[in-house]
Each structure stands twice: as structure tokens, then as C-alpha cells.
């Protein structure tokens, strides 16, 4: 069924008009267009292809920010499955320099789930460090962590990926955004990528700002980290200077080096796609992941207080933890959102694979999903079963 009213424009398959209706209302209440699209696939076939701002399209790219770390560690879940990874070995096993200042002990299962104490470098990095995984990785090897090492979580936001990278790395002589390339992303024609080549620029489309009201921002200002703090190393503002969310993503050398925590560059139709073809059958492959490994990958690792945001906050291994957020997914789900608000998971027990994505940011700014996305997601899932139980 096919949608161009001026808001929303698409189609959605018989059964999810409810999305549709959603999504409309969604893009109806935003003070400033999100610029936003919405994809769902249910056992691998796309049930919901939408999209609503005045300067997107269905497949304008943009920056997705740390969805990025859901393509990178659904890499590591393959090698984990394939036995070439084992998570309950040391880091400093596979990458021996990591051992320095107290590191050793960490280990792979520890490091995936933010608990290395290495959320940044003293004196922050540069925008070129942060574009480079390698880079990231050279320098974070020999810094001190801002906690003794498999005690407590903290968001790792900017470099959770260029330390399982180097893990990877060291293992198999290839680099994440290689091994994603050669195994997920070309197999399955995703529009979802972890390097942007230079003929798809145009395609391309800048991230937005969120625009505040004077009450939003004056929250803004009183709740900034202090450059020193560990949630002010964490998000690299004590680099100087500090890193711009915005600016970040909209930079060509983060877009043509893709690093694997922050700097990937899609569109919600291949967001959706890579977390069909983990779970479902796509046009003959099986599955990317078996449902142990699915497990491995989505329980909880650790609960407890944040040690960057703050918030009480729970993780599985890469990937967030979404049943509690989402009661209406199942105990397996498993993704990722992105700073402007967007997300996309996988939902083994509904056969829902998610993308929502937005250009603009929207408020609180840089915190992940947006809640939005408790109203469409739940629509989505809420459609799948009852599909199922026709």
C-alpha cells in the first residue's frame, strides 16, 4: 500500500497501516522536521519502506552514528560464532600492547561489554584520530584506563569499535570495515556503509542540529560535562577542539574511512536490512547468526550506574540491550541506536528487523534512540505477530 500525502511518503504491506499512521503523527508533532525514514522487514521481507522531510528521500544517506557499532560488532559476533575469536580470552592475548598500565587482565567478553576504563586519551584526539581506527587504537593501547579495568561500565562511545577493530585485526590481519564489506554489506546490497566511496556523495545528505528553545538549551548548557570528567573524555571534549557531534559526521574523511564506532553512513532501508539478514532468511541465505550466538550477543552482561552518562544502564556484548527499554520485544533483541535519535535491532522473536533514522538531532541531543521510536517500534512488532497469528 503505497502513501504520498505530503508528510508521508512510501508504502507499508497490508496489516501495518498502523506504522504507517505512526510515523505520520511522529513527523506531525516534530517542531522541526527530522528528515526522518522508517524501514521494518519481518522474516526478511521489507513490510515498511518510508520516509517524510522536505530534504530526504528514500535513499538519501546520512551519518548514523554509533548504529555504526551494530554492523561492527555483528562482525565480531560472526567471528566469535566461527571460532576465531573467544571471549573469554585476555585483549592483550590478541594485541599485546593493550597490556599496559593495568590492561592485561581485561577480557574480550569484558571489553564488548564497556568495561575497559578506556573511554578516551588524556588531551583528547583530533578529528583525523577520531576518522581512523587505527589511530584510535595506537593511542589507546598505552593509555592509563579512568577505571581499574572490569569493574564497572562506561559508555565508550567514540572508541568502543577501534578497540574490538584492533582485536580483530591482530586476528585476522583485516580490518572490520573489510571484513563487514566482504561478508554483510555487498553479499546483501545494503545500503549501509562503513566507508562511503566518493561516487555516492551525492546521494548524501549533511546531519542537522537540533534546534533548542531557550528552556532546551539553557538544560543543555547546565548538564554539559566538564572537558576533564570522564563523560567529558569520553565524548572527546577535552580535545581541543572539542569534537562537534554535528560537524563530526558531516566531515568527508570520517564518511571515507568509516570508524566503526561513530562514522558509518546509510539509510534506515539498509539499517534494516543488515539486521534481517542476521536473523531471517534473505533470498536463500540462511541466517548470518544462530540463535546461540543471538543469545550470547543480546543478554545482559552487567547492570549498574554508568560511569560516563550517569544513567543506570545495561549492556549485552556491542549491542544495547533492548527488552527492558521495549517491553514488547523479546529477551533476544538485540541493536543500536544513533546520537540524532534514530535506532535499529533485530527482534528474533517477532521476526522484526527496525530502522528508524534521522537526519535532524532531536532533544535530549546525542543520547541515543529517540522515544519516538517506543511508539513505532512497538507498532511495528505489535503488526508482525499479529501477521503470525493470522
Not at 4 to 20: I, S, Y
Not at 103 to 132: I, M, Q, Y
Not at 372 to 381: K, T
Amino acid at each position: 500500500m503505497s502513501s504520498d500525502d505530503g508528510r508521508v511518503q512510501g508504502t507499508v504491506a497490508e496489516g501495518f497501516e498502523g506504522v504507517r499512521e505512526a510515523f505520520a503523527a511522529v513527523l506531525d508533532e516534530a517542531r522541526d522536521a527530522p528528515e526522518a525514514q522508517l524501514a521494518v522487514d519481518v522474516d526478511g521481507r521489507r513490510v515498511v519502506d518510508l520516509w517524510g522531510g522536505p530534504g530526504t528521500a528514500a535513499d538519501t544517506l546520512t551519518g548514523l552514528y554509533s548504529i555504526t557499532k551494530g554492523a561492527a560488532h555483528l562482525v565480531v559476533a560472526l567471528l566469535v560464532q566461527d571460532g576465531v575469536l573467544d571471549l573469554d580470552r585476555e585483549v592483550a592475548a590478541y594485541w599485546p600492547e593493550f597490556a599496559a598500565h593495568g590492561k592485561d587482565r581485561l577480557t574480550l567478553r569484558e571489553l564488548l561489554a564497556h568495561r575497559s576504563g578506556v573511554v578516551g586519551v588524556d588531551g583528547g584526539f583530533t578529528t583525523e584520530e577520531l576518522a581512523d581506527d587505527r589511530l584510535i587504537a595506537a593511542r589507546l593501547a598505552g593509555q592509563r584506563p579512568f577505571w581499574e579495568p572490569g569493574t564497572a561500565y562506561g559508555y565508550h562511545g567514540f572508541v568502543i569499535g577501534a578497540l574490538t577493530g584492533e582485536v580483530v585485526r591482530r586476528v585476522t590481519g583485516r580490518s572490520i570495515q573489510e571484513i563487514y564489506e566482504e561478508r554483510i554489506r555487498a553479499p546483501y546490497g545494503l545500503d549501509f556503509h562503513l566507508g562511503l566511496p566518493e561516487s555516492l556523495e551525492a546521494r548524501r545528505a549533511d546531519v542537522l542540529p537540533l534546534v533548542p528553545t531557550p528552556e532546551e538549551a539553557e538544560r543543555l548548557a547546565a548538564g554539559a560535562a566538564a572537558p576533564q570528567s570522564v563523560a567529558g573524555v569520553a565524548f572527546n571534549q577535552n580535545a581541543t577542539p572539542p569534537t562537534d557531534l554535528v560537524a563530526f559526521a558531516n566531515t568527508r574523511a570520517v564518511r571515507a574511512l568509516g570508524p566503526t564506532s561513530a562514522g558509518g553512513v546509510g539509510t534506515a532501508r539498509g539499517v534494516a536490512g543488515m539486521y534481517a539478514a542476521a536473523i531471517s532468511e534473505v533470498d536463500g541465505r540462511a541466517p548470518l547468526l544462530k540463535p546461540e550466538t543471538i543469545t550470547e550477543f543480546a543478554r545482559v552482561q552487567y547492570r549498574g550506574t554508568d560511569r560516563v552518562t550517569g544513567n543506570e544502564d545495561v549492556f549485552g556484548l556491542g549491542f544495547e540491550e533492548l527488552s527492558g527499554r521495549y517491553p514488547f520485544l523479546g529477551p533476544d533483541a538485540f541493536g543500536h541506536s544513533g546520537a540524532t535519535g534514530s535506532l535499529g535491532f533485530a527482534d528474533p522473536d517477532s521476526g522484526v528487523a527496525y530502522a528508524y533514522t534521522r537526519r535532524r538531532f532531536g532533544f535530549p541531543s546525542g543520547y541515543g534512540a529517540g522515544p519516538e521510536n517506543h511508539r513505532l517500534a512497538e507498532a511495528a512488532v505489535r503488526a508482525a505477530l499479529a501477521r503470525r497469528e493470522r
